[in-house]
């Protein structure tokens, strides 16, 4: 079976196309993992750091701690220690809750949200220009099959975590 391009993929088996998805799903795993690392490294924080905030830069609005927790997949005392070390070093703020004086939220600090946009304006970029190089059919396929693959990895995560 040859590595070209999916588009060809009506020369291959179901079977062929399924092992090749595998393969390449594996292969942008590890690809993506170590680009992560790099740009945590390039920006002087965590991988696990960098997870957050993007996760933290999809959110409508501020989260608690626990919320973080939730996002991340880690303990409530992991999630806390990760929440001080992004404070400390400036990435976020703890803010008042509105609805809960006892309680407090955490937001992206907007000049680490600018430095950090500048670190990925390059990336975001190379990003962008393999995107264009897909129709819209296939981008809401893209799109389709990236959300679905996160909820299956985040259920599956659940599950290994609960001990199943």
């Not at 924080?45 to 933290?56: E, F, G, R, V, Y």
Request: proline fraction near 4%.
């Amino acid at each position: 079976m040859s590595t070209d391009s999916p588009r060809s993929g009506e020369q291959w088996s179901r079977a062929e196309l399924l092992a090749h998805v595998a393969t390449e799903s594996q292969r942008h795993y590890a690809d993506y993992s170590f680009f992560t690392q790099a740009l945590a490294d390039h920006v002087g924080l965590h991988p696990t750091d960098m997870q957050c905030i993007a996760l933290l830069d999809l959110e409508p609005g501020p989260v608690s701690t626990g919320d973080v927790a939730r996002l991340t997949g880690l303990t409530s005392g992991s999630a806390t220690r990760l929440v001080d070390r992004l404070v400390k070093a400036g990435i976020v703020e703890r803010l008042s809750d509105p609805n809960d004086r006892r309680r407090s939220l955490v937001a992206l600090d907007p000049g680490a949200r600018n430095r950090i946009g500048e670190a990925w304006d390059i990336p975001a970029r190379a990003f962008g220009a393999l995107l264009d190089r897909y129709s819209d059919a296939e981008l809401a396929l893209i799109a389709d099959y990236l959300h679905r693959a996160a909820e299956v990895g985040r259920s599956q995560a659940e599950r290994l975590q609960s001990g199943g």
